[in-house]
């Protein structure tokens, strides 16, 4: 115990990878579609432009969230795999028992694609490809609602920052406001899928950032939009700034945007430094450094200010889904879960194997 509380000034990296070899094109579907369409070069295309997830592999980590203590973390994955974690041991405390809902049978509707722990740590959000969010309690697993109303695979939710309502974007190109298990607006805009959600710190403002090039911007409490946000290359990810007064994009050649949140001005712009599509984006707590992720299986962890390059991790015949950071971090090489250093690459630590489709844990 005391080794790991000894690492919390450091910063390290988390980052999950599907748990196969990159497959080829027969393997690929988009996921809102049936067949695999290519990237317009205009968005970041030309390099591994098939915009999609392996549709024949149902078992890797997709996604993962920390408690806001830091004891524990959730992972979302293939096969409706849904685990809590203690991280200072490893240890599985549980199983989720999620259930498909039978009127979907397309194959995204396998994964738990999204989790989000609540601001008070009790509850845990998790997003499914079945079209559907849930609402679970951490100390029992007990699922306390399900939330329906999106047309298509979900791909990011969150909280707001006071717990009250919940944001989620998905493939229907919505994004989608929730209080107690209602739904309370709806908005649209995006012309293609929606990949990445970000609140500001008030919890006033929604950033989405989509396949259709764009960051957007809307009032939660009016639900309208106040501004777009013109990348013009497929978004990954976004966040706010601290003070909310700028907004980060990193899109799928790995460059990474900075924008004036009140202006829609872009500031700078730092280059994108790896040789594939990037899938997956992270910013640290202290906004100093971000984790980009690639289909190569490489992590690049960039200072801010400057864009220099200060690690580089690789995966080989792995591509990198998620990325986070946290005083402690975790990676997942197909159902293993692996906690490495962001300074020296050290591995620290493994959590499981999962076993897809396992009894619920110990605890």
Known sequence: MKRFISLTPTLLLLFLLVGCAIPSDSD?????????????????????????????????????????????????GGE???????????????KFKVIRD?????????????????PDGKQILSGQGDRTLRLWEKETGAQI????????GIRSISFTPNGRFIV????????RVWETGREISVLRGHLNNIESLAL??????????????????????????????????MVEFVAFSPDGGR?????????????????????????????????AAALSPDNRLIATGDSLGEVHVREVATGKKISLF??????????????????????????????????????????SGSEEGAG
């Open 28 to 76: 690929f579907v988009v996921a809102a579609r049936e067949k695999p369409v290519p990237l317009p070069a205009a968005l970041g295309g030309g390099r591994s432009s098939e915009r999609a997830l392996p549709k024949r592999q149902h078992d890797g980590i997709f996604s993962v969230a920390f408690s806001p203590d830091g004891r524990y973390l959730v992972s979302g």
């Open 80 to 94: 409706l795999d849904l685990f809590l974690w203690e991280v200072h041991t490893g240890r599985r405390v549980r």
């Open 102 to 118: 039978p009127n979907v049978s397309d194959w995204i509707s396998r994964f738990v694609v999204a989790v989000a722990f609540s």
């Open 145 to 152: 609602k399900i939330f329906r109303g999106h047309e298509h």
């Open 168 to 175: 989620s974007g998905g493939h229907d190109h919505t994004v």
């Open 200 to 233: 500001s710190p008030d919890g006033r403002y929604i950033a989405s950032g989509s396949i259709d090039g764009t960051v957007r911007l809307w009032d939660q409490e009016t639900a309208v939009k106040v501004k777009t946000f013109d990348v013009n290359r």
């Open 247 to 279: 907004i980060i994009s990193v899109s799928i050649d790995g460059s990474i945007g900075f924008w004036e949140t009140k202006s829609g001005k872009q500031v700078s712009i730092l280059e994108g430094s790896h040789q594939d599509s990037v899938w």
């Open 314 to 355: 690789k995966v080989s015949g792995k591509f990198v889904r998620t990325v986070a950071f946290r005083s402690l971090a975790l990676g997942g090489r197909g159902n293993v879960v692996h906690l490495w250093e962001i300074q020296t690459g050290r591995e620290i630590r493994t959590f499981g194997p999962v076993q």
